[in-house]
């Protein structure tokens, strides 16, 4: 399968692209995945980018030079210092996302569930049940409550204590390859 050129970061390419980079710079690529990988585009602007990246005023210019030859290939500069997508790539992502034909609001609906006082009760109250440890490895950092049974697929299931699992990020993170 070949690479959509409209996304700016893959998973496949993490190691090989951050073998020689700083910390810093390893987690603004981090947080620019996550967020691309939930929200399905990322900022089309160096500001953007840097304001999703949480780039501290001082490592701003070094994360626009780590990330020039990366934006090259997808943005065009304009005499304001800032980019835009390359006019090839607008098409594409004018139907991704919240834009495409076949989205039904799902990522809306999903977030305001998991905004909700009875979501936050079903996570603090398997939190407490789990003595806030990870049921996996004994963690006590980094916590997450997943759902046993998937919370896309089982709806009656969202706020049942007993479809709740504490885990460790790490452990979070496996389970969710494995599936």
Known sequence: MSKDPAIL?????????????????IGWYMRLLIFQSGNGYVPSDIEG????????????QLFCDRWARRLACKFEAHSEGKLTIKKEFVKILKD?????PNY?????????????????????NVLDRDEKTCKKCGSKT???VHHIKPFSTHSKLRFVENNGITLCQKCHIKIHRND
Do not use: C, M
Request: charged letters at 35%.
């Open 49 to 60: 980018l840097a304001q999703v990246a949480r780039v501290r005023f001082s490592d701003y």
């Open 96 to 100: 991704s996302g919240f834009n495409h």
């Open 142 to 144: 980094n916590l997450h």
């Open 9 to 25: 970061f893959y998973y496949k390419d993490f190691d090989s692209d951050t073998a020689d980079w700083e910390a810093d710079a």
């Open 104 to 124: 039904k609001g799902v990522y809306d609906t999903n977030r305001k569930i998991r905004n909700s006082p009875e979501y936050r009760r079903f996570k603090i």
